[in-house]
C-alpha cells in the first residue's frame, strides 16, 4: 500500500453529520465494544466530475451499431475524465493524517483508502464501533450510529465505506433441499454440465485461450469452496474445473461459492477461472476491481438486497438511492474498461426480500439485478416435453447420472415454487429510467395487454429486470464431499457468465477485443433473430421461497419481467457476432 506522507496541519473546524443509521438491519444485534486495537479498513468516496460524459461514452463504445464500437477505455483515462483535482485529495488526505491515520492510499484519485485502529478512527469519525452478531452467528465490527466529516470537507465526500455496513448473508444464495422442502419436483432429472450444454448448445470440448476469463464474487468475507469438493465435482460429472486466481483468502465451507466455482469454471471451459472474496459491499468491490490489474473479463455476482434498503448495510450519506447511483457510476466505468458484470436477478419472484412471506401485495427491486449496467439473469426450470425435438441423449455416461436422474429434456418453464424451491426474480427499478436499449421490448410488454400489478406497485418508466435467464432449477454441485441439490438464479448467473465467456473467446480467436458492458448487443441480438432466445411464454413469478402473492408479473411472449429475452442460443449468437463483427 502506498503510503502519502504529509505535513502535519491544524485545521479547527466544524462539523457535519454524513450517516445516521436510520433503519437498523434486522437479524442483527451488539454484543460488545470494539477492542479498541482492532483494525479498521475504511475509503472516503469522492465526488466525481463529468459523470453524463462517461455514461455517454459507454453508451457509444457499447453500441454494436457504433463506429467506436469495443474502444474500451484504460483506468487513467477514466480518471482523467471522473476524478475530482489533485488538491481535493490532499486536503481530505491532510484530515486524515492530522487525526492518526498513517496509512493513507491515493492512488484511487477519486477515493481514498485508509487503515487505522479503532481508537483513531472512532476520533476521527466522532462515532463508537461494537461487536455486531448476526442471527447466522457471523459477527463483525462497525459503526453503530452516526458518524460525521469537517464542515469544510463534506462538499468533496459522498461516504466513507467500511465503517457502517451490516451486510446480511446472501439473499440469493442457492436453496439446498430440506426436510420441510414442500413440492420441489426434480421428475425430469438433475441438472450438470453436460446436460446444459445441449440446452444451450454450448461447446464441450475446445481449448480456450488464456485471454478469456471469468470471476466469481462473494461478499462479507463469506465463507469459500474447497479443492476436495472440486475433484468429487470433476470426478462425477467429467469435469476439469479449478480456480487459477484467488483474491483475498477465504475459510469454510459454502454452497454459494461451491457454486458459482463449479459451474462457472465448467460452462467457461478452461478460461482463466477467478475467485474473488470481498471484506465489505458493492461499492469495495468495484473500487477494487477498477484498480486491478490484471483484471477479469467477465464477472458474476449471485448476490443483491433490495434497492431501498442499501443504506441498511451500506454506508450512506443519505439515501439508497444515492448510494445505488454511486456504484452504478463505478460499475459504468468498469463497462467502460470492457469488462461485462453479470448478476442475479433475485429468488423471492416479484415479491422480493421486502415481502418474502406474501403478508401484503407490494413488490421489491433488488441491487445490482436491476443496474443497468449488469446483465441480469432470471432463472428457468425443466418442463414436461411436447415432442422428440424437446429431448437429446446426454453424452458420455458421467458416474453421477449413473446414480441419479439426469435431465435429457431442453423444454423450459418459469422457475418458481412450490415446483422449485426458489422463484425467479424480476420486475422495475425503483431509482434507474429505463434505458434506451431495452425501450422497446419493454414497452411492447407493458402495452401487450398481458396482466400487470397495480400501477401504485411498480415504476412502469424505469429499468426492466432481467435481461436473460437460464436453468436454476435441481442443479447437482458438490459440497463437503457428497453430491446435492441447489437452485437459485444462484445457478443460472454463473452459467451465463461463462458463456459470454466463450464469446469473448470467439472474438479474441478472431482479432477483436472483449465484449464488456454486453446490454445493447443482447437486444440487438433479438432484434435481429428472435429465435436466438428460447422465449418463455407462460408461468408467472408471482411467488417467492416460502408462498405465493395474489400480484406480480406474466409471462408473455418477448421481454417480461419474469425471464426477460428468454435463455440463450449460443450458436446463434455466434452467428450473429460473425455476421456483423467478425465477417466485415
Given at each position: ?34 477492542p479498541v486495537d482492532h483494525t479498521v479498513h475504511f475509503r472516503v468516496a469522492l465526488k466525481q466530475h463529468n459523470l453524463d460524459v462517461l455514461e455517454a461514452t459507454l453508451l457509444d463504445v457499447a453500441d454494436p451499431d457504433s463506429e467506436n464500437y469495443q474502444n474500451w477505455w484504460t483506468f487513467d483515462q477514466i480518471l482523467d475524465l471522473v476524478a475530482p483535482e489533485e488538491e481535493v485529495l490532499i486536503k481530505v488526505a491532510q484530515w486524515l493524517y492530522d487525526n492518526g491515520v ?483
Amino acid at each position: 500500500m502506498k503510503l502519502l506522507v504529509l505535513t502535519l496541519c491544524l485545521i479547527l473546524a466544524t462539523y457535519a453529520a454524513v450517516f445516521e443509521r436510520s433503519e437498523y438491519p434486522s437479524g442483527w444485534e451488539i454484543i460488545e465494544k470494539a477492542p479498541v486495537d482492532h483494525t479498521v479498513h475504511f475509503r472516503v468516496a469522492l465526488k466525481q466530475h463529468n459523470l453524463d460524459v462517461l455514461e455517454a461514452t459507454l453508451l457509444d463504445v457499447a453500441d454494436p451499431d457504433s463506429e467506436n464500437y469495443q474502444n474500451w477505455w484504460t483506468f487513467d483515462q477514466i480518471l482523467d475524465l471522473v476524478a475530482p483535482e489533485e488538491e481535493v485529495l490532499i486536503k481530505v488526505a491532510q484530515w486524515l493524517y492530522d487525526n492518526g491515520v498513517e496509512q493513507i492510499d491515493i492512488t484511487g484519485r477519486d477515493f481514498i483508502r485508509g487503515v487505522a485502529p479503532v481508537a483513531i478512527a472512532e476520533d476521527l469519525l466522532q462515532t463508537e464501533f461494537f461487536v455486531h452478531k448476526h442471527e447466522s452467528g457471523k459477527k463483525t465490527i462497525k459503526s453503530h450510529g452516526t458518524y460525521i466529516v469537517p464542515e469544510h470537507l463534506e462538499e468533496h465526500i459522498d461516504f466513507i465505506s467500511g465503517i457502517t455496513e451490516l451486510v446480511p448473508p446472501s439473499s440469493v444464495k442457492p436453496r439446498y433441499l430440506q426436510k420441510d422442502n414442500v413440492g420441489n419436483d426434480v421428475s425430469l432429472g438433475y441438472v450438470i454440465p453436460e446436460n446444459i450444454r445441449p440446452i444451450y448448445n454450448l461447446p464441450s470440448h475446445y481449448w480456450v485461450p488464456s485471454e478469456s476469463s471469468i470471476c466469481v464474487v462473494e461478499f462479507q468475507n463469506d465463507r469459500g469452496y474447497q479443492d476436495p469438493d472440486l475433484k468429487v465435482f470433476n470426478q462425477q460429472c467429467g469435469e476439469n474445473v479449478k480456480v487459477d486466481k484467488n483474491i483475498n483468502d477465504s475459510h469454510g465451507l459454502d454452497a454459494e461459492a461451491s457454486l458459482d466455482v463449479q459451474y462457472a469454471s465448467a460452462i467457461s471451459l478452461n478460461g482463466t477461472m477467478w475467485y474473488w472474496m470481498v471484506s465489505g459491499w458493492m461499492y469495495e468491490f468495484a473500487t477494487d476491481l477498477l484498480k486491478s490489474n490484471p483484471y477479469p473479463l467477465v464477472v458474476s455476482m449471485s448476490w443483491g438486497w433490495p434497492e431501498p434498503r442499501q443504506c441498511q448495510i451500506a454506508s450512506c450519506s443519505g439515501t439508497s438511492e444515492q448510494y445505488v447511483a454511486k456504484v452504478n457510476t463505478e460499475f459504468t466505468k468498469i463497462g467502460l474498461m470492457g469488462i461485462t458484470l453479470v448478476a442475479s436477478s433475485g429468488d423471492q419472484g416479484s415479491p422480493g426480500d421486502s415481502n418474502p412471506y406474501c403478508q401484503d401485495q407490494s413488490l421489491s427491486t433488488i441491487f445490482p439485478g436491476a443496474s443497468p449496467w449488469v446483465t441480469s439473469v432470471g432463472a428457468t426450470m425443466l418442463a414436461a416435453p411436447s415432442s422428440e425435438d424437446d429431448t437429446f441423449e446426454l453424452a458420455g455416461n458421467p458416474p453421477i447420472c449413473q446414480t441419479k436422474k439426469c435431465a435429457t429434456t431442453k423444454k423450459e418453464g418459469v422457475c418458481t415454487y412450490p415446483g422449485a424451491l426458489i422463484t425467479t426474480g424480476g420486475g422495475f427499478s425503483d431509482y434507474v429510467a429505463m434505458p434506451i436499449w431495452q425501450k422497446q421490448v419493454v414497452q411492447a410488454y407493458l402495452n401487450s395487454g398481458t396482466p400487470l400489478p397495480p400501477a401504485t406497485a411498480f415504476n412502469k418508466a424505469n429499468r426492466g429486470f432481467p435481461d436473460v435467464s437460464a436453468l436454476g432449477h435441481a442443479y447437482l454441485i458438490a459440497y463437503n464431499g457428497q453430491m446435492m441439490q441447489v437452485d437459485g438464479t444462484s445457478c443460472s448467473a454463473p452459467v451465463f457468465g461463462g458463456l459470454v465467456s466463450l464469446l469473448n473467446d470467439y472474438m479474441f480467436d478472431n482479432g477483436k477485443k472483449s465484449l464488456g458492458w454486453i446490454n445493447p448487443l443482447l437486444y440487438k441480438i433479438y432484434a435481429a433473430d428472435k429465435t436466438a432466445y428460447n422465449d418463455i411464454v407462460t408461468g408467472n413469478n408471482k411467488c417467492t421461497e416460502t408462498c405465493c402473492s395474489k400480484v406480480g408479473y406474466v409471462a408473455a411472449p418477448g421481454w417480461d419481467p419474469v425471464t426477460g429475452l428468454g435463455t440463450p442460443d449460443h450458436h446463434k449468437f455466434l452467428e450473429y457476432l460473425k455476421k456483423n463483427h467478425i465477417d466485415v
